[in-house]
């Protein structure tokens, strides 16, 4: 079932079951606002009955009468009574019967208003209303008493709806196709206009290709909830957009990190091929190459892992601050007379990786060493803050821009090539350390500072 029938259906649904219920309170009220003015009218008829002189000669004319004025169509269906305590009965009906006892009805109704009584506060006339079962039958009672005299009407009760039953039905033979039929129609026109947002969107989804991820949906004009879900799918766009071309440069930049050692290494090798002396093959600059190409695949893992949200952590209790002093020990003499200020706290203790944890830091020195200007400073602080450890890495710099502050985390960006031209690297590093510290429910964040500085902060969360 499509989406549009589904909300056809269930609109057709809806509406027949609130037409429905509406049909039967509109019934119940209707019957009942007739059994109200029915009782009405059997007390006004029985309080004009008890007012008949007695020698009234015009009694079955008066029953005639009566049984108009009650919509009493069969003659069996009314019963009357006026009888007198000085003059016995004056009237009464040619089905009424003697086994019929009035005291035996429950009189649950009793009726006295200015229209009954001419004295309120002292009423010497009333009437009663009550059900009664006589001849299998439902009737419903009026009695009337004043002084000596009391007068009785009893009208049964399918009489008394008989003709609006049959009118409500007549008019109901009309009303309800018609009324079936305009929902049917308000149903489908709701369903179109329903899926009308969603058909647009389907058809956007269907123009979008890996080649044309910048097309987006206008929502201009639309309800709520379609402009949030509009809102969520451009949104969900840009992420694409982003995803693929970040992994387009990605793929790009990493053939051409690649391309550079394997050149040099097939180079090498070509010569030799040449020559005549096989001696003179270099061994140790085809290492370092080598040792280029494991360093970027195994880097370049560690991304895609990390991407994949598989990056395998074996954690192990660690003391960060005896990591750290052993990796300064062993760093060799740094050159252009830069040197490294550092400021360790103690019982920095951790639970990570201790391989990835070395990464990490040995991205961050290298980085900070690698970027900055002969005869800095370089400035290394951690210490535990609120139950976290921070560890800040601060070195004096090239002036940079804003746009490529903002770039320092991407794959394979390396700065300016004017000025880090003569620097080694393949520009994953930063990138790298701080997926391994997302990896530990930590990051690593790039503090403001001045153009010259470069000062980031690496935070873990303590045991």
């Not at 760093?331 to 252009?336: H, M, R, S, T």
């Amino acid at each position: 079932m499509s989406f549009r029938t589904r909300i056809f259906v269930i609109s057709c649904l809806i509406v027949g079951a609130v037409l429905a219920v509406v049909m039967g309170l509109t019934w119940t009220r209707i019957v009942q606002g007739e059994a109200d003015r029915l009782d009405d009218r059997m007390c006004i008829e029985a309080k004009g009955l008890a007012s008949l002189p007695a020698n009234d000669t015009n009694g079955m004319n008066r029953v005639s009468d009566l049984a108009m004025k009650l919509r009493v169509n069969d003659p069996i269906q009314l019963l009357l009574q006026v009888h007198s305590q000085k003059n016995g009965v004056l009237l009464q009906s040619a089905y009424w019967q003697d086994s019929l006892s009035l005291e035996k009805i429950d009189w649950s109704k009793a009726v006295q208003s200015t229209g009954l009584s001419e004295n309120e506060n002292q009423p010497t006339e009333s009437c009663k209303l009550g059900d009664f079962e006589h001849q299998e039958r439902r009737w419903r009672a009026a009695l009337f008493t004043r002084s000596d005299i009391r007068s009785f009407i009893a009208t049964d009760r399918s009489s008394t709806t008989q003709d609006l039953r049959q009118a409500v039905q007549s008019a109901l033979v009309v009303v309800i196709p018609l009324a079936l039929l305009l929902s049917a129609f308000a149903a489908w026109l709701l369903a179109n206009v329903a899926t009308r947002p969603v058909n647009r969107l389907s058809s956007a989804m269907e123009t979008v290709t890996q080649k044309d991820l910048h097309h987006r949906l206008p929502n201009e004009g639309e309800d709520r909830e379609f402009n949030q879900l509009i809102e969520t799918y451009n949104a969900m766009l840009d992420r694409l957009e982003r995803s693929f071309q970040q992994a387009s440069r990605f793929s790009a930049d990493a053939a051409h990190e690649l391309k550079t050692p394997l050149t040099i290494l097939r180079g090498q090798l070509e010569q030799v091929a040449r020559s005549d002396d096989p001696n003179r093959l270099d061994l140790s600059s085809l290492l370092d190459e080598v040792g280029k190409l494991s360093s970027i695949t195994r880097k370049l893992l560690l991304l895609s892992q990390a991407d994949a949200g598989r990056l395998s952590l074996h954690s192990v209790a660690m003391n960060l601050d005896i990591t750290l002093r052993e990796l300064i020990e062993d760093l060799d003499e740094l050159p252009n007379g830069k040197i490294l200020k550092c400021s360790i706290g103690s019982t920095l203790r951790f639970d990570g990786d201790d391989v990835l944890i070395h990464q990490l830091f040995n991205n961050l020195i290298s980085n900070a060493i690698r970027y900055s200007t002969p005869g800095a400073a370089i400035e290394l602080s951690a210490h535990m803050v609120n139950w976290t450890i921070e560890i800040i890495i601060t070195n004096p710099c090239a002036p940079l821009t804003d746009e490529t502050r903002k770039q320092l985390f991407d794959r394979f960006f390396r700065g300016d090539p004017a000025h880090n031209s003569y620097v080694e690297g393949s520009g994953l590093g930063l990138s790298l350390a701080r997926e391994i510290a997302r990896a530990h429910r930590g990051d690593l964040v790039l503090l403001p500072s001045s153009d010259d500085r470069v000062s980031m902060k690496l935070t873990l969360p303590t045991v």
